[in-house]
């Protein structure tokens, strides 16, 4: 091939190859893809070489349809779906909880259109955006009044920053816990201007603990539900009751932090019982903080429930603008509450309770069903059998509780795991498994569309 056989950009640019790629993508970002890949064939051609076309040809037609392969390449979000087949259901880095269809649709109603977000239709004057919510969850915890933020670090943030800014904020060494991303609550408390002071050990903490450090610059006592760990052997803490009279007695509140937080005792679902965030109320915390896309199978948000003298306090804090919700979000969290009024049919229309609760004879079924299309897919050189796993609720919650499960187990050098691995991560819609004991296994009690993976699966190229 010649330099003078390389056609010209204006004739890639209007060659009949070149429609999909204008439609889809531009003129500015079609001609700065031709150009790059003529000038990539220019210097590979002055270099003695010849031009790597790849899918496309010397021609325009082929230059036309390899300058819509790398555009489509470079612009495919890397926020697409994919199949969750870690086992851990409410999985951090994959998004955590999935949203019910009421959720999705009350979202995307709220994208397309003006919503009353503060606007209050009866009197037609300036509404609050939390009024949206704010009955719901009273109603659904039993809380006096509530307010949602972003996330349940936002919500431990402001209401410590609200309790005890410049004040002591008394909690037990054995609940310092650290989440996600190496965050630490002794930071948070940090951020939120409130001075850590440290009661009992890390397994074993007393009520006199608490009693001998009040003073009147305690400006809080906080509880930290463990709910990413657990310290077992010879253990004591304060429980929450006993916790709130000790509070209450020197004049301070009782701040309890519920992490994930769940509405309805999971052990009809197979679970191990978690504490509620009614019955943290009832025990007598002044404000419970939880999530809303952990247990509770929501979007991502953070809430604040209790006394409303406190409540309010909160929501003149300066940081609650700064960490509000959006009407998007708004919308999808009222959707996700309001499931939960009717409790007989919750598991089938809660994804999150849906999947945790899925029988693993179920699993196994479909894992029987899908192993020959695996088989098949990756051919020679693998070995696909039907196994039995172990699930994780994942996100912190139940950190000790699996929940058996069933899956495809893949079979191969331990090179040759790690390169399918990669070609599972490189599909239109990735799968993501997880490699143990010398074994790719995919955990099949995510997965809900056997369709669309088996479709993606014919996209498979062995590495």
Known sequence: MRLRDLPSISAVLTCPAASPLLDRHGRAAATDAVRALLAEARAALLAGGDAVWGIGGPDADGVAALALARLEATSRSALRPLFNLTGTVLHTNLGRALLAEEAKAAALAAMGDPVALEFDLDSG???????????????????????????????????????????????????????????????????????????????????????????????????????????????????????????????VPLLNDLGSGTLVDL??????????????????????????????????????????????????????????????????????????RDPDRLARRLPTLALLSRPKAEIADQARRLAPALAQALGAGYAVTVCDCDSQIGSGALPLDTLPSAGLAIAAGGAALNRLAASFRALSRPIIGRIEDGRLVLDLRCLRDEDAFTATLAELHQP
Do not use: W
Not at 186 to 203: F, K, S
Not at 310 to 323: E, F, G, I, T
């Open 267 to 340: 052990s009809p679902y197979g679970l191990k019982r978690e504490p509620t965030v009614r019955e943290a109320v009832e025990e007598g915390a002044d404000l419970v903080t939880f999530s809303g896309d952990k247990l509770l199978g929501g979007p991502q948000a953070g809430f604040i429930v209790g006394r409303r003298d406190l409540v309010a306090a909160v929501n003149r804090n300066p940081m609650k603008r700064a960490l509000r919700v959006d009407k998007v979000r708004l919308a999808a969290i009222e959707a996700t509450l309001k499931l939960y």
């Open 125 to 251: 004057t300036r509404g609050e955006r939390d009024d949206h919510v704010r009955a719901l969850l009273c109603e659904l915890t039993g809380a006096e009044d509530a307010t949602v933020v972003n996330n349940n670090a936002a919500a431990v943030l402001l209401a410590l920053n609200t309790l005890a800014r410049g004040r002591d904020a008394i909690v037990s060494r054995g609940e310092l816990i650290e989440i996600g991303g190496a965050f630490r609550m002794p930071d948070i408390m940090a951020q939120a201007g409130a001075r850590l002071v440290e009661v009992g050990t890390t397994n074993r903490t007393h009520a006199k603990d608490y009693k001998g450090t009040l003073t009147p610059e305690t400006g809080v006592i906080l509880k930290v539900h463990t709910s990413n760990y657990r310290i077992q052997g010879f253990t004591k803490e304060v429980l929450a009751p006993e916790l709130a009279a000790i509070a209450h007695g020197a004049g």
